[in-house]
């Protein structure tokens, strides 16, 4: 069974905390604290919590629930010196809740619940921006899966190592929205390949191969579309600001593939989403199964 939060929809004040081993903590005891944090899992607390573990912990410490092809995060290089940066923690907890006060109160309470063998290297307060949007006005998740094809694109199937499990990619990223907003609409539009006001992909004439979403169209070897199911949310205050970029597969190539296409790896081709928002953070998260994690409670 999947942690639920993966799938819960509908929240609209998310909080996101990254935890780093102490030196000389036994990393049993992380994912122990992590796996006993109960209360706020009730659905009557009112918000929902995922919890991760870097992919190097969770195999260490449970190999048989890892899944398959699971790495740490390394950066991604694209050309002209173009970095994607890697900021790989030990374990990370996604609180998710109707609203801010609920998911401070239950991120505090995680944080306090793992003290004892780790310390709190990253905290991002996220929030739902109008239908689904992103703060640039363009609609986020038009593509993504829909809830009842989600688990078979985020979760690992029953019969293979960590059935249950999901890999995550968690990256912050900073927009330039003056930049962004400061272009004609065509040519906004022309960054993501969709129209901004209803989400309607642009035709393939108009499309350029470099915007968004030609990027982020990929196909195995059978031509059947790889998908990621996608649970991002906007971050910021006046001053700086983005999304917090989340996305989960039962296959962690896809999710390499997908950023090797954004920093033009390869091709040298940069998705042009990259001129107008930059990476903060990388990391790849192991997103146990709900029975593998209990073991550790
Ligand atoms: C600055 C960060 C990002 C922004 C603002 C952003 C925004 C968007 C928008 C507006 C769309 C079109 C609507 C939709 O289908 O959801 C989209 C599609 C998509 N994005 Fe992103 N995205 C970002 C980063 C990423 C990253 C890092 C990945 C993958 C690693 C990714 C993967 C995808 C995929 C797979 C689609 C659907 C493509 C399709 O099937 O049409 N995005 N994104």
Not at 1 to 19: K, N
Not at 265 to 286: C, E, H, I, K, N
Request: charged letters at 25%; glycine letters at 8%; a negative charge.
């Amino acid at each position: 069974m999947p942690q639920p939060g993966v799938f819960a929809l509908g929240t609209r004040s998310h909080y996101y905390l990254d935890f780093d081993l102490l030196p000389g903590a036994a990393p049993e005891d992380l994912v122990g604290a992590l796996a006993s944090l109960d209360e706020p899992r009730r659905t009557t607390a009112g918000a929902n919590v995922v919890v991760g573990l870097a992919p190097s912990l969770w195999r260490a410490v449970a190999p048989e629930d890892c899944p398959e092809g699971a790495v740490d995060f390394v950066p991604v290089d694209g050309p002209d010196g173009y970095r994607m940066p890697a900021t790989q923690h030990s374990a990370w907890a996604w609180v998710a809740a109707a609203g801010y006060d609920a998911a401070f109160d239950v991120a505090r309470a995680c944080a306090a619940a793992v003290r004892p063998w780790a310390v709190l290297a990253e905290e991002t307060a996220g929030f739902a921006y109008r239908d689904s949007r992103d703060i640039s006005g363009f609609v986020d998740g038009t593509e993504n899966p829909p809830l009842d094809e989600a688990p078979e694109v985020a979760t690992v199937p029953d019969g293979r190592a960590g059935a249950g499990a999901s890999v995550a990619l968690v990256q912050r990223w900073e927009h330039d929205l003056a930049r962004l907003s400061s272009l004609a609409l065509a040519d906004q539009e022309a960054v993501i390949g969709r129209t901004k006001a209803d989400s309607v992909e642009l035709d393939d004439d108009l499309k350029p191969p470099d915007s968004h979403v030609a990027r982020m169209v990929i196909e195995d070897e059978a031509g059947n579309e790889l998908k990621v199911f996608r649970r991002s949310t906007s971050f910021g205050g006046v001053r700086a600001h983005g999304m917090v970029f989340v996305a989960f597969t039962n296959r962690p190539p896809t999710l390499e593939v997908m950023l090797a296409r954004m920093a033009g790896t390869a091709d040298g081709v940069r998705d042009r989403l990259t001129y107008f928002s930059r990476p903060l953070t990388g990391a790849y998260y192991v997103v146990p199964s709900v029975p593998a994690l209990r073991r550790f409670a």
